[in-house]
């Protein structure tokens, strides 16, 4: 003689059909490899201008319409007198040697000048606010994938627009002026 039980477990099989398990299976998970926003150019050999190079970053960095004349007059010379770039922030004064000419590069630079903006006061709190963030994955991966960014915290702040653009944790974005 049968169960109560057993009765039901059979009425659910019916209901179900004999192959269908009971629970349904769980869907695989599908996991994306987390990437820089902004990855490493290729070596600037082509024969764009530095205009091309500044309106690409403008455009891929979404620089503010309202920030473009100040970055503008920020003078750039491309010369093989240096390795990669350098920048005299203070007289915006960038040059960067011709195999470097990209829009990362460019952003780089462009995110020292911005750094020397800030106040004294701006910057300590630039390393408040990043340690409060520095678990973040994107901050991981850039200091894994991206080393020199260790290199001080000028040369991080400088990393992180570069690298993470507008990906950047909003807690940051106040220490770029003239880039949000």
Excluded: C
């Excluded at 003689?1 to 629970?23: C, S």
């Excluded at 990855?39 to 960095?61: C, H, M, N, Y």
């Excluded at 473009?68 to 922030?89: L, P």
């Excluded at 911005?114 to 963030?133: C, G, H, N, P």
Aim: net charge negative; charged share 20%.
């Amino acid at each position: 003689m049968r169960t109560f039980i057993q009765a039901i477990i059979e009425f659910i099989k019916i209901i179900l059909g004999k192959d269908k398990p009971l629970v349904p299976p769980i869907p695989p998970v599908i996991v994306v490899p987390l990437t820089l926003p902004h990855p490493e150019e290729a070596s600037g050999t082509s024969a764009r201008t530095i205009e091309d190079i500044k309106l690409e970053w403008f455009v891929q960095w979404d620089v503010p319409d309202k920030y473009i004349k100040f970055w503008n007059t920020v003078k750039i010379e491309v010369t093989t007198k240096v390795s990669v770039a350098d920048t005299i922030a203070e007289t915006k004064h960038m040059r960067i040697n011709p195999q470097w000419v990209n829009q990362g590069v460019l952003a780089h630079e462009m995110a020292h000048i911005s750094y020397a903006l800030l106040t004294e006061q701006q910057k300590q709190d630039f390393i408040l606010a990043y340690d409060s963030v520095i678990g973040a994955p994107l901050l991981v991966l850039l200091r894994e994938q991206k080393p020199y960014s260790l290199t001080s915290m000028v040369e991080m702040h400088a990393e992180i627009y570069r690298y993470l653009g507008q990906s950047m944790m909003t807690e940051l974005k106040l220490f770029y002026p003239k880039l949000f």
